[in-house]
């Protein structure tokens, strides 16, 4: 199981944001205690589901980068003659 864990500071920020909010949306004061409880609901309970979705994402955007990888980075192989011969006729044909 992974639990989601914030820093220090990221943790008295998001605190500060549930009691702003609470302030100014639902027009309730809530405490540092009961903001910080219903943080950790809110890690504990939707926490795996915004990571499980930020990992999916990220696995797509690697799989589409590796999938690009041919187009990207394929060369020709054995083209020395081939070129050689490109260039030859290219050559002639300026003369």
Known sequence: MVTVELSKQARADAIASVKKYFEEEIREPIGDLRAGLLLD???EEIGPAIYNKAIGDAQA???QRVGDLDGELYADE???WVRLAA???KTA???
Request: zero cysteines.
């Open 61 to 63: 955007r690697l799989q």
């Open 78 to 80: 054995f083209q020395y």
């Open 93 to 95: 044909g300026s003369r």
């Open 41 to 43: 609901f809110f890690l």
């Open 87 to 89: 260039k030859q006729k």
